[in-house]
């Protein structure tokens, strides 16, 4: 009886696992179907955890995060006009030059110029780019706050490479009649919400919102997070992407140079997040010594990978909450410090890229510095900028002591409307289904 027993619940056990194994391979044969679905779900998981700093360069074959394309439907967006409408819209549409340029070389590092409205700025910053060795090898992106048609038009005129434009479709530019942009009931200056019954909160120093100051710190937040999390050129994109901006002068040598500095960096500088092509302080030219330097991250031709992205964006929070309008202090005041090590860049000790801003956005250069005023612009460029000058053998120069804002910073200000922090976080929740950045 009992060896009967055995006999019977082992082909009871054999035919359960025969089902098993069935059921097993119907739930394989859905997911093989659903491949993009599978891989996107694993990313969804993998994103969330926290990851060691890793440079990708290094990683071989990764499995890259996708990400939701259409806007998170919890969002509690501004309703948008017509022109904002059409401009997301616009977004969608795939890169121009295609028949020029069908294919971007493999190791190819993306580049985003983000610009506002200073046409004659855009027209030396593209100019620049035109020169620069291996250009029409990548795809370049432009990001306007915005919608200027003359802006439009000088990008519509390049034809050096693939190019995207994407306009940022909650610009307080393409507002008019309210929040993002003037609303009629806002409060201004220093006024007082309860006596004068406008809608506003002041910042720390007592002042409303300006809605073309706000616009640069979102227009800068909306831009990372559609670049990094939503555009199908660059979403799976693993690499390092170079940011630029309208008034930055790039030298001819500038691409070839950051391609070896990504090269260089985990051997070089593993502890190095980023890499730049010019140094944090935009009035120097470099050191000119025969090593790479080691420095806290510039804000003039900066580059990082996704991975870094990824901690950047963990910090939501901290990045929407900071009451300074500006993007890069806010960075420097509170993101960067919150990692809990020191966020230093690589870069050579020439510069490849200069800052001639002077006018209209950014004041206060020296008369002797370079600067685009009736449109002029009188930027130096010898030799050696024309040619890679980096080095493989050269070691690294870390610059530990440097000048920046101490623990205990508060922001400048011009960014304690409750209603732009809000906005802000909703750009970081656009392309997904939970909450981040501990919001």
Known sequence: MAASYRKARLKDLAFF??????????????????TSSFIDLISRYSIEADEPYIDSTDAGSVLTPSYNLLLNNSLKLPTQNKLSISLENRNRMPPRNLDLFPTLAKDHVVIVLYVHNRPQYLRAAVDSLSRVTGISETLLIVSHDGYFEEMNKIVDGIKFCQVKQIFAPYSPHIF?????????????DKENPTKKKCVG?????????SPKIVSLKHHWWWMMNTVWDSLNETRRHSGHILFIEEDHYIYPNAYRNLQLLIKLKPKRCPHCYAANLAPWDVKSRGEGW????????????????????????KKAKEFCWFDDYNWDITMWATVYPSFGSPVYSLRAPRTSAVHFGKCGLHQGQGQKAACLDNGSLN??????????NIKSDWGVHILKHQ?????G????????DTRDRQLCLQFARM??????GGA
């Not at 696992?17 to 659903?34: A, P």
């Not at 910073?409 to 304690?416: Q, V, Y």
């Open 17 to 34: 696992r025969l089902i098993l194994i069935g059921v097993l391979g119907i739930v394989l044969l859905v997911l093989l179907l659903r």
């Open 176 to 188: 008019a009649d309210g929040f993002p942009g003037i609303s009629p009931t806002d409060c201004k």
């Open 403 to 407: 000048a920046g804002y101490q623990p």
């Open 409 to 416: 910073f508060r922001g400048w200000g011009g960014w304690g």
């Open 201 to 209: 909160t002041p910042d720390q120093y007592g002042n409303h919102r």
């Open 379 to 388: 930027i130096a460029v010898d030799d050696i900028d024309k040619i890679p």
């Open 290 to 313: 025969d090593s790479l330097i080691a420095e806290r991250m510039g804000n003039v031709g900066y580059s990082f990978n996704r991975t870094v992205w990824r901690k950047i964006h």
């Open 431 to 436: 392309y997904f289904s939970s909450n981040v």
